[in-house]
């Protein structure tokens, strides 16, 4: 037999007459309702994260005095990522196109992304790979992450999040920069992810 | 630094293990200090969800129903793993497992392999079945990465190294780091912040290098197949973006019906867990991800016997988040180790022995490393009643001759009326003989308590003599 039916066999035997449960669901499920942007832009912060909040108008302005703030002169820009917005001057736009080695990665300076869904109460930000956002490699290696949401992708809560995600894409949930909790239990920001995560919310 | 905690070995009993474990004052600060603070934030962020009842209701009403059907679930989940390009694997063993993963790895001619920090694989000795077969794994959660270094062992769920201070870190990080790769800065400090950052030197070359990678999973979902990995640091997607190819290890018990029940435990886990409202990395794949290889090993490992037990299966309900052990007045104390598994504290005391049996004297000992004050069961975000379980596997374990003499004698005594009547009235005649002391060993329980004083008269023969009262 194989381990296969084994192990099936097994449960289906450990199973035999009992009854199944049901599932209430009383918690606070997906709302149409639009996501807070101030509770959004807070959550962020106490990650420690960046936070800005701008207009569309001055979306170019804002990414560009934040490129210059740091001295990030060469800086990933995936496909599909508003090339109005990534026109800083004295930057260098670099395309994942033909795709760039992990160690090329690890020598930009930075990478911009939109996201596809945006989490106010939690504060978390989700990327899917769609335009603007790029392989899931783009937002991890370089130590900085600039990240444009614009204020209709932020939805309430984590049930409104994962009704509107595709699982059939990769998806990334990054709330904050990477960090650890791992010596004595007290979190510290900065480990193999982006040590830097700036967010730009467009209303 | 001190050694007392390697190979600490698992055929004692508990209390010996604890023993040794309280007389330890770094180890009794060190777990003071950490799990007070997570204690802390968890509270915070958990009363911070005005739902919070409703939705561990919820998880709970969905794992149960999933194990009522992991057969179904579990052939759904490999048709859509399969469906998305990944292979599925099933391993009934850990010895079957461990062969299936060095199999794997063998296949890509590598002998170097990252791993994400996942308690299926340290439940399996799967980096020491690989060493056999000249594969080096290389742990990158930063705890996981201080025990292999270390040569130690881990002494909980979420956080292994938590024993560890930040000098221990640093001497640990100084002495060890280059034996297996990139040393240690020379004027490397204790400041968290500096180890952090000495962690991520060490690691980044290997990162960008290594070609396969291992992981567990969080949550498996059948309906579409997608694997979800919770972490904090960022090694989690190093080691799951960046490789050819991706093995992922994950217990039979890690399924989810569907893409939706995610709403519910991507709350309850980060809450429970790390006390965060939501931990900085997340990530969810289905089959081959942007090219890469992936397979998927099954493990069943003793837990279909787990779910055998009408008692004992509600320890298959745990998504790992160490609340129960953060709470827990025992484990902080003792440390995890004393309880000679990887799943230590209440958790570990009623998962190990119903996966590993209770043959041994250990595993016999450990559904007594409890006070049974509750707080685990009150934390639990799937609301396992641990301390039903711990008391279920008690009266299953083999108690010593004078406890069963004991519980005979009463059990006869309490048995008729009559024979309680006799008793009693002796008992009261010869009340000032009691001592207050007990002899010989027994003397140990009175050492902390007062015998409680006999009455001279029972409460039915008082009745009987002024009937109520009223005479």
């Known amino acids: 037999m194989s381990s296969r039916d084994l192990i099936l066999n097994r449960v289906r035997r450990a199973l035999a007459g009992v009854p199944d449960v049901e599932i209430a669901r009383a918690y606070r499920g997906p709302t149409s309702a639009p996501g807070d942007i101030r509770l959004f832009e807070q959550r962020v912060r106490d990650y420690r994260a960046v936070v800005h909040v701008v207009d569309e108008a001055g979306v170019a302005d804002r990414v560009a005095r934040s490129l210059a703030g740091r001295g990030a002169r060469r800086v990933v820009v995936p496909a599909g990522f508003p090339s109005a917005w990534s026109a800083a001057e004295g930057v260098a736009a670099i395309a994942d196109d033909p795709p760039l080695s992990a160690a090329g990665l690890d020598e930009v300076d930075g990478v911009l992304t939109t996201c596809a869904v945006a989490i106010a109460e939690t504060g978390t930000i989700v990327l899917d790979a769609g335009p603007g956002q790029g392989r899931r490699a783009l937002s991890l290696v370089p130590d900085y992450h600039l990240c444009v949401v614009r204020a209709a992708r932020i939805v309430a809560g984590v049930p409104d999040a994962v009704a509107r995600l595709d699982p059939t894409r990769p998806l990334t949930w990054i709330s904050g920069p990477s960090a650890t909790s791992d010596i004595e239990l007290n979190r510290i920001e900065g480990v193999h992810g982006p040590r830097t995560l700036e967010v730009l919310i467009v209303t | ?471």
Not at chain 2, 362 to 370: G, I, N
Request: charged residues 25%.
């Open chain 2, 1 to 471: 630094m001190s050694v007392t905690f390697l190979g600490m070995p698992a055929d004692r009993p508990f209390p010996r293990n604890a023993a040794r474990a309280v007389r330890d004052s770094q180890l009794r600060f060190n777990l003071r200090k950490a799990t007070g603070t997570i204690r802390a934030r968890r509270a915070g962020v958990v009363a911070e969800a005005p739902d919070w009842a409703e939705l561990r209701e919820a998880g709970k009403a969905i794992k149960e129903h999933t194990l009522r059907n992991l057969d179904r679930y579990l052939v759904q989940l490999e048709e859509a793993v399969t469906a998305a390009g990944g292979r599925v694997h099933w391993a009934a063993g850990a010895a079957e497992a461990n062969r299936i993963v060095a199999d794997l790895v063998k296949a890509t001619g590598e002998t170097e392999v990252v791993k994400v920090k996942s308690m299926a694989t340290q439940e399996i000795g799967l980096n020491e079945a690989l060493l056999e077969h000249g594969i080096t794994a290389y742990e990158t959660d930063l705890a996981e990465l201080i025990v292999q270094l270390g040569d130690d062992r881990p002494s909980h769920i979420l956080v292994p190294a938590i024993h560890r201070n930040r000098a221990e870190i640093r001497e640990v990080f100084a002495e060890h780091m280059s034996g297996w790769g990139r040393p240690a800065p020379d004027d490397l400090t204790d400041d968290p912040a500096a180890l952090a950052e000495a962690a991520r030197l060490h690691l980044r070359e290997r990162f960008l290098k290594t070609k396969v990678a291992i992981s567990g999973a969080n949550f498996a979902i059948a309906e579409t197949g997608t694997m979800v990995v919770l972490e904090s640091e960022g090694n989690g997607r190093m080691c799951l973006t960046l490789p050819r190819t991706l093995i992922s290890v994950v217990g039979i018990e890690k399924v989810l019906p569907s893409w939706r029940d995610l709403e519910v435990f991507l709350q309850l886990l980060p809450r429970s867990s790390t006390g965060e409202r939501m931990n900085p990395y997340t990530s969810m794949w289905t089959g081959a991800a942007e090219g890469q290889e992936f397979h998927l090993v099954l493990l069943d490992n003793g837990r279909t016997g787990v779910l055998a037990d009408e008692v004992g299966r509600q320890a298959l309900r745990c998504i790992r988040c160490s609340a129960c052990l953060n709470v827990c007045p025992v484990y902080e104390r003792t440390g995890g180790h004393a309880y000679g598994s990887v799943y230590p504290g209440p958790i570990g005391a009623i998962l190990t022995p119903q996966l590993r049996g209770m043959g041994s004297e250990l595993d016999r000992s450990l559904p007594y490393a409890s006070s049974l004050c509750g707080a685990c069961y009150e934390v639990c975000p799937v609301a396992i009643d641990i301390p039903s379980v711990l008391v279920d596997l008690r009266s299953r374990a083999r108690h010593s001759w004078p406890e069963r003499a004991g519980m005979a004698a009463a059990g006869w005594v309490f048995e008729r009326q009559g024979r309680l009547a006799a008793l009693q009235r002796a008992g009261g005649r010869l009340r000032r003989f009691v001592p207050r002391r007990l002899p010989g060993p027994l003397g140990r329980w009175t050492d902390t308590r007062d015998l409680p004083e006999v009455p001279r008269e029972s409460f039915r023969d008082w009745w009987d003599r002024t009937d109520g009262g009223r005479r």
